[in-house]
């Protein structure tokens, strides 16, 4: 399903361009759980989201306009798995004896986790995976700032 990201060591600063495929990596691994219905997957992957996200922002390595896209995108995924997360948290902490928390939260829980399927199977999911699988092999990164010094 998932093609293997290749680590890249380009131009890309080593400390950032490592932990950037890293958290790639780790978001992609949480895919098959949060799938299969682990509770706890879809925070874990929404938290790997968040730190992809987060050092995309680095405006002084990465081309704005490419990684800005992927924030996006990004942001969408969270989002689309945050009530997931949500409802699982509140569905491990209710009391298993409470007969009605079964069908108000366990229909709650459902609905949540019907919308994070929906996302992971769609074909903005897969394009976001193919997205930042290209970016981690090729980063667009900034271009330094010429100075100029004239004599005169």
């Known amino acids: 399903?998932?093609?293997?990201l290749e680590k890249?060591?380009?131009?890309?600063?080593p400390v950032a361009s490592s932990f950037l495929f890293d958290q790639v990596a780790a978001l992609l691994c949480y895919d098959p759980s949060v799938r299969s219905g682990e509770q706890?997957?879809?925070?874990?992957?929404s938290d790997a989201a968040g730190r992809v996200w987060s050092i995309l922002g680095d405006r002084k390595l990465f081309n704005r306009t490419e990684?800005?896209?992927?924030?996006?995108?990004?942001?969408w995924l969270a989002e689309a798995l945050g009530p997931l997360s949500k409802s699982a948290l509140v569905h491990e902490q209710t009391p298993r004896n409470l007969h009605d928390r079964g069908q108000a939260q366990g229909s709650d829980y459902e609905a949540a986790y019907?919308?994070?399927l929906a996302a992971l199977e769609s074909d903005r999911y897969f394009r976001l995976v193919a997205d930042l699988q290209q970016f981690c092999s090729?980063?667009?990164?900034?271009?330094?700032r010429r100075w100029h010094l004239y004599m005169g």
């Open 1 to 4: 399903m998932l093609k293997a």
């Open 8 to 13: 890249t060591s380009q131009q890309a600063e």
């Open 40 to 45: 706890d997957a879809s925070n874990a992957m």
């Open 67 to 75: 990684s800005e896209k992927l924030r996006a995108e990004l942001t």
């Open 114 to 116: 019907d919308k994070a």
């Open 138 to 144: 090729a980063p667009p990164l900034r271009q330094p």
